[in-house]
């Protein structure tokens, strides 16, 4: 994640390639889709109720990195990432997909890839209102 000097200045910051924000109250100013609006952002966002820092961005083979303490892998950006999807292949990714949200305990998960959109929330309400936004 690149941030800009406004960003900064509002308190976010990178360690290891992952970014982390202040905490926010709305999503105006949530780095999104810089790359166009015509072109799929891989946009990944762990949302916590406090402070939490995930550890070091993996770039190498997520088979390897998912066992590593203090290691994230972004799932967002693999080929073929889609929770809906349930042919064995995909599996393959979503199985450790599952494991990481199990150790990072997010109150929810974003994911904004190639071909859909991922949302996971341990929060009904906000699971049900994402929900039903979506069906509009």
Request: aromatic share 14%; proline share 6%.
């Amino acid at each position: 994640m690149r941030l800009t000097s406004e960003e900064r200045q509002r308190g976010w910051t990178v360690s290891d390639g992952v970014g982390y924000s202040p905490k926010l109250e709305s999503l105006e100013g949530l780095p999104y889709q810089r790359d166009g609006w015509d072109a799929p952002g891989y946009d990944e966002w762990y949302v916590f109720e406090s402070e939490k820092r995930l550890g070091q961005r993996s770039e190498g083979n997520l088979f390897v990195a998912l066992g590593k303490a203090g290691v994230i892998v972004p799932f967002v950006g693999i080929a073929g990432f889609d929770l809906s999807k349930t042919d064995p292949g995909i599996q393959e990714v979503i199985q450790p997909f599952w494991k990481q949200i199990d150790n990072v305990d997010p109150e929810s998960y974003l994911a904004d890839g190639h071909s859909c959109f991922s949302f996971v929330s341990r929060n009904p309400e906000a699971f049900d209102a994402v929900y039903s936004a979506m069906q509009k």
